[in-house]
């Protein structure tokens, strides 16, 4: 269900979900919140891509971000070496726009400079790739596909995690379209029905063909399906 007060301004809503860990799964994927079948409670928060907040109506990134609760055991991070939670975060397209923190970097400067057009004409492979986040039409934040580009450690295995709608409700606009039309059409879907999504782990098959540190390169899932977890 929907939390909307408590919503960032560029986020369209948050929501209360539970995280339900399946039984059954293969032995390479039962690792970390994996290991054994579990149900977490969760807040999933879909929000736009922009840095600035932006009207519903301009075509941007979305992104979906999931903080599991109660989960147990020391955490990489120093600061956060004794929460009980685990985050999972992603967008709605299989690759990120750069391949590296100096790329990342340049974007923003360009930005500054009112030359960011200029800066991608000048590196095809990166504007094919923001052509990718950009170019799908978001009308219904919930009916959406949304992966988490960059790779992750799963055990010994890099990963690459997913988010796929399950709901029978089609990813259409609203007879109306404005400045908060996203939220409004998730109030509206969360209100009538349970929302269920399937999350997925893509295992790194090749480490050439699927490489860890470019996230501009898809990784195949024809040789790497995602497994629901």
């Given at each position: 269900r929907p939390v909307l007060r408590d919503a960032h301004p560029?986020?369209?809503?948050?929501a209360l979900a539970e995280f339900i860990v399946l039984d059954g799964l293969p032995e390479e994927l039962r690792r970390g919140v994996f290991a054994k079948p579990s149900t977490y409670q969760a807040l999933i928060r879909f929000s736009a891509g922009n840095v600035e907040v932006q009207p519903d109506t301009i075509p941007q990134a979305a992104g979906m971000a999931i903080k599991l609760l109660g989960v147990e055991g020391e955490?990489?991070?120093q600061r956060e070496r004794n929460a009980k939670t685990q985050d999972f975060i992603m967008i709605n397209a299989p690759v990120f726009f750069v391949s590296n923190l100096k790329e990342y970097v340049g974007v923003h400067e360009a930005m500054d400079e009112d030359r960011l057009l200029e800066f991608f004409q000048a590196r095809p492979r990166l504007l094919q790739a923001i052509a990718i986040v950009r170019g799908q039409a978001i009308n219904n934040p919930v009916q959406v596909r949304y992966w988490s580009m960059t790779p992750y450690l799963l055990g010994e295995r890099a990963v690459k995690f997913g988010a796929k709608p399950l709901s029978r409700v089609a990813n259409e606009p609203p007879a109306e379209l404005g400045p908060d039309f996203k939220r409004e059409v998730?109030?509206?879907?969360?209100?009538s029905e349970d929302v269920y999504y399937?999350?997925?782990i893509q295992l790194q098959?090749?480490?050439?063909s699927m490489p860890v540190e470019d996230p501009v390169v898809r990784w195949d899932e024809e040789g790497s399906p995602f497994q629901r977890v």
């Open positions: 560029k986020a369209h809503g948050l955490k990489l991070l998730i109030i509206k879907q969360v209100s399937e999350f997925g098959a090749d480490p050439t």
